[in-house]
């Protein structure tokens, strides 16, 4: 028998799993909180607290407007679809753990803010909550014709009502 003088080459790939973009921010975020959840409210000045408060209201407000994106996306691209969920409601309540009317509420809102960027904007910077945003989806979706100038000035109202009634509840303490 003889032997090929010739070399065989043998290439070695190696894969190297690199965490998506997605799984990369979820643990920022899960970082971020943990870091925020060491702080201990009780061991800081006043003003601390305060900041605290607001700024944790704040990021749970866009943290709503992403999740209710992202619930969208996952809802239209049929994910849910399987041997055990007959509806995208099924799903967010089996697997999130929310009730009938929570899951059927953030559904409902999920999809409105597609219809109203401009909502969803607001409920994205933290300048409204979720709650928010779905009194003023609803109160748009019942006019009869709406422009973009429609659209702010009835954001500016809600928000500004919101403002009138926070002020005037603390003026009666």
Same mark, same amino acid.
């Given at each position: 028998?003889?032997?090929?003088?010739?070399?065989?080459?043998?290439?070695?790939?190696?894969?190297?799993?690199?965490?998506?973009?997605?799984t990369?921010?979820?643990?920022?975020?899960?970082?971020?909180?943990?870091?925020?959840?060491?702080?201990?409210?009780?061991?800081?000045?006043?003003?601390?607290?305060? &900041?605290? +408060? =607001?700024?944790?209201?704040?990021?749970? #407000?866009?943290?709503? *407007?992403?999740? @209710?994106?992202?619930?969208? %996306?996952?809802?239209?691209?049929?994910?849910?679809?399987?041997?055990?969920h007959?509806?995208?409601? &099924?799903? +967010? =309540?089996a697997?999130?753990?929310?009730? #009938?009317?929570?899951? *059927?509420?953030? @559904?409902?809102?999920?999809? %409105?803010?597609?219809?109203?960027?401009?909502?969803?904007?607001?409920?994205?910077?933290?300048?409204?909550?979720?709650?928010?945003?779905?009194?003023?989806?609803?109160?748009?979706?019942?006019?009869?014709?709406?422009?973009?100038?429609?659209?702010?000035?009835?954001?500016?109202?809600?928000?500004?009502?919101?403002?009138?009634?926070?002020?005037?509840?603390?003026?009666?303490?």
């Open positions: 028998m003889e032997r090929s003088s010739k070399s065989e080459e043998v290439v070695a790939v190696s894969v190297v799993a690199f965490p998506s973009a997605t990369r921010a979820l643990a920022e975020l899960s970082d971020a909180v943990d870091a925020v959840a060491a702080i201990d409210p009780d061991r800081v000045p006043w003003a601390e607290q305060e &900041a605290l +408060v =607001r700024g944790l209201e704040d990021v749970r #407000r866009r943290l709503d *407007g992403v999740r @209710l994106r992202s619930v969208e %996306a996952y809802a239209r691209g049929g994910g849910w679809e399987d041997a055990e007959i509806s995208p409601a &099924a799903w +967010v =309540r697997e999130l753990g929310q009730s #009938r009317g929570d899951a *059927g509420r953030d @559904l409902a809102l999920s999809r %409105a803010l597609r219809d109203w960027p401009a909502v969803e904007a607001r409920l994205l910077a933290g300048r409204i909550s979720a709650r928010h945003a779905a009194v003023v989806c609803s109160a748009l979706s019942r006019l009869p014709e709406v422009d973009d100038a429609t659209i702010v000035s009835v954001l500016d109202l809600a928000f500004g009502k919101l403002v009138f009634a926070m002020f005037t509840a603390n003026s009666d303490q």
